[in-house]
C-alpha cells in the first residue's frame, strides 16, 4: 500500500467547464507530481510541487494549473475542459532529492463530454 | 529530450515460460531507470529500480532487471511467469539529482499469462 490516496474516483464534465482534483501525498514525502494517463499509452508528466511550489513542468498548456498546501497534498485544475482531456490522472509523491523514487495513487478517471 | 521507447506492446505467455521485456532509452546524460507494474484494477507499483552501481538490480515478487548501458536498454527478467504477472508493465526513465523532472514512461507492454 502506497499511502497516496486521490478523489474523486470517477469524473464526467462537459467541455469548456472547470475541474479540480485532489491528492494526499504518502507520510513523509513533500513532493507531488502529477501525470495524464491517456488509453494505451504511459503516464505523461503534467507539473510537480515541492515547498508549495511549481518547480517542473511538462508538455501542458496553462489552463492545467495546481496547488501544494503546506501538509503537501496537491490539487491539480483544469480550465476549459477539452475532448482529449479524457483520460486517468495521477497523483505521485516523493521525497525531494532523493533520485525521484515516485509512488502513485490509484487515480481519477476524468471523462469530458 | 527523453524518451522512451518498449519492444514490445503486447505478449502473451503460458505459465513457465521465460520472460525479458525490454526498454530503450534517448537521454544524453546519466539516467534513473524504474519498471513499474500495474495489476488489473491497481495503480502503478515500482517494481524494479537502477540508480548507479551494480547493473544487476533485484525489485519485488522476485523480478531482477540488467542495466546495459551500452545498448541502451533495461531489460526486466524473471525465470518463469505465473498466471499473477498478467499486467501492465511500464518503463520509465529520469535525471537524477534533485531537479524538478519527472518520470518519461513508456507506452507499456501487455502482458497476458495464460495458465
Known amino acids: 500500500e502506497t499511502g497516496v490516496t486521490q478523489s474523486p474516483t470517477h469524473l464526467i464534465k462537459t467541455r469548456g467547464q472547470q475541474v479540480t482534483l485532489r491528492c494526499s501525498s504518502q507520510?513523509?514525502?513533500?513532493?507531488v507530481s502529477w501525470y495524464q494517463q491517456a488509453l494505451g499509452q504511459g503516464p505523461q508528466f503534467i507539473f510537480q510541487y515541492y515547498r508549495e511550489e511549481e518547480n517542473g513542468r511538462g508538455n501542458f498548456p496553462p489552463r492545467f494549473s495546481g496547488l501544494q498546501f503546506p501538509n503537501y497534498s496537491s490539487e491539480l485544475n483544469v480550465n476549459a475542459l477539452e475532448l482529449d482531456d479524457s483520460a486517468l490522472y495521477l497523483c505521485?509523491?516523493?521525497?525531494?532529492?532523493?533520485?525521484?523514487?515516485?509512488?502513485f495513487g490509484p487515480g481519477t478517471r476524468l471523462t469530458v463530454t | 529530450a527523453q524518451s522512451v521507447s518498449q519492444h514490445n506492446h503486447h505478449v502473451i505467455l503460458s505459465e513457465a515460460a521465460s520472460l525479458e521485456l525490454g526498454c530503450n532509452y534517448s537521454?544524453?546524460?546519466?539516467?534513473?531507470l524504474f519498471w513499474y507494474v500495474q495489476y488489473p484494477g491497481q495503480h502503478l507499483q515500482l517494481l524494479l529500480k537502477?540508480?548507479?552501481?551494480?547493473?544487476l538490480v533485484k525489485g519485488i515478487k522476485g523480478f531482477e532487471a540488467e542495466f546495459i548501458k551500452s545498448k541502451f536498454s533495461f531489460n526486466r527478467r524473471t525465470p518463469s511467469v505465473q498466471w499473477s504477472d498478467t499486467a501492465e508493465y511500464f518503463c520509465?526513465?529520469?535525471?537524477?539529482?534533485?531537479?524538478?523532472?519527472?518520470?518519461?514512461f513508456g507506452k507499456g507492454t501487455h502482458l497476458i499469462i495464460q495458465p
Open positions: 537502477y540508480f548507479s552501481g551494480d547493473p
Open positions: 520509465a526513465v529520469n535525471a537524477p539529482g534533485g531537479g524538478a523532472d519527472g518520470l518519461t
Open positions: 505521485a509523491s516523493s521525497v525531494q532529492g532523493l533520485n525521484h523514487e515516485q509512488y
Open positions: 537521454y544524453g546524460g546519466t539516467v534513473n
Open positions: 507520510s513523509g514525502h513533500n513532493t
